[in-house]
């Protein structure tokens, strides 16, 4: 959308007061409207660079801004009359009250992350309120501190990934208050996009592990497989942490030999994503092809349950089935792949798309 009522009361100022002038004239202009929203653009982002590198600035923004709540890393979630579940974004005044109702001290919404900005920029911020009686918190904001595992999946669009920032950037200061080199703390930004250690001035910064996602064909068939803690029935494409100093292909190459004895012939980048779980993995998504003249799976044994062959037809047979199926014995059932906010389902969906029209 490029022209939401709220873009035009950002922080363009000049550059905003123009584009809205030329507003209604520009509706049917396509270039026009991609370049306003290349400058809306532009100006978030510099905004959030400057909310990164000025401390003051941020704990003026965050005056203003809107705050996600997390109770132990658990986001507040709340539920619409027609049963849909949202990001609820309060207001940094809202959670004023709520610690002085609770009768606890200002000074902890200060412990905000920086998480990004609306589109009217005003700033976001993550806040972990793990120190305030749950129930109380969940009772005066209208919803409910659910488990990221299940959070992540019953929100829809941008809320689940801006979810997954939020508890991975809380969780990094809660597990990053002293510097591996020293022991001694290290002090963050206003932002929370560093922390430095007191002693050496070192700096660190927010960590993530990058991982390759691969969805093997034999230009017939699929390659999905599972693991022993899957739920059952699930099976997904093949992941793997990559190794120190590996490039993409490296990393994809090995897992893929390591995992179901196979060698990769070629590739193809799809696309990534950050995943929070079990900690913050940054996903590299890429098709790959094998000949199927050697094709014969043959597992490792210390990773994977079961890795399989699908056709199209079984694979499309399993992107319908939203929910886990069992049968009646509770036994696993059909086979079902990974819900839609995962990279795998796009992988999946891209080959059988692809399958579809050749
Ligand atoms: N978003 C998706 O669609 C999707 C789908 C499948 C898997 N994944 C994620 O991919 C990740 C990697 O998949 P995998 O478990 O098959 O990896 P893997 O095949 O590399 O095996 C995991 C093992 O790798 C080792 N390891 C090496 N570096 C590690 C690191 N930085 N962190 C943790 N373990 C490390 C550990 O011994 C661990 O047991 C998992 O976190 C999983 O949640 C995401
Ligand atoms: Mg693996």
Same mark, same amino acid.
């Given at each position: 959308m490029y022209f939401t009522p709220s873009a035009w009361r950002g922080r363009c100022g000049k550059v905003q007061l123009l584009l809205c002038s030329r507003r209604i004239e520009a509706t049917a202009d396509l270039r026009w409207r991609r370049w306003c929203c290349t400058v809306c653009y532009v100006s978030r982002i510099r905004y959030l660079m400057r909310l990164k590198e000025d401390d003051e600035a941020c704990r003026g923004a965050l @005056?203003?801004?809107?705050?996600?709540? =997390? $109770?132990?890393? /658990?986001?507040?979630?709340? @539920?619409t009359e027609r049963g849909i579940y949202q990001l609820p974004l309060l207001q940094a005044t809202d959670v004023k009250g709520i610690l002085g109702k609770l009768g606890k001290d200002e000074e902890l919404l200060n412990t905000s992350v920086l998480v990004g900005c609306s589109e009217s920029e005003v700033a976001q911020f993550s806040l972990d309120v793990g120190s305030l009686e749950k129930a109380a918190v969940e009772e005066m904001c209208g919803g409910v501190f659910i488990d990221l595992r299940k959070a992540f999946f019953l929100l829809k669009g941008p809320d689940a990934p801006l979810v997954a920032k939020g508890q991975a950037l809380i969780r990094? $200061?809660?597990? $990053?208050? =002293?510097?591996? /080199?020293t022991g001694q703390p290290t002090e963050r930004n206003q932002a929370g996009s560093q922390r430095v250690c007191l002693k050496t001035g070192a700096t660190y910064y927010p960590q993530m592990a990058p991982v390759v996602i691969v969805l093997v064909s034999d230009g017939r068939r699929c390659l999905l497989a599972r693991q022993s803690t899957f739920p059952p029935g699930m099976y997904s494409a093949l992941a793997g942490f990559c190794d120190m100093g590996e490039t993409t292909g490296e990393a994809l190459r090995r897992e893929v030999a390591e995992e179901v004895g196979l060698e990769v012939e070629s590739l193809q980048y799809s696309g990534s994503q950050h995943w929070p779980f079990p900690q913050s993995s940054f996903m590299v998504a890429c098709h790959a092809t094998v000949s199927p003249d050697n094709a014969e799976i043959n597992l490792s044994g210390a990773e994977l349950e079961d890795a399989r062959w699908f056709t199209r037809e079984e694979i499309e047979e399993s992107l319908k089935r939203k929910v886990p199926p069992r049968n009646l014995m509770g036994e696993p059932g059909e086979v079902w792949v990974p819900p839609?906010? /995962?990279?795998?389902n796009k992988l999946i969906r891209e080959w059988a798309n692809q399958q579809r029209k050749s």
């Open positions: @005056q203003s801004g809107s705050v996600l709540l =997390y $109770h132990k890393l /658990a986001p507040l979630l709340r @539920q990094w $200061h809660q597990t $990053h208050g =002293y510097c591996s /080199a839609s906010s /995962a990279i795998a």
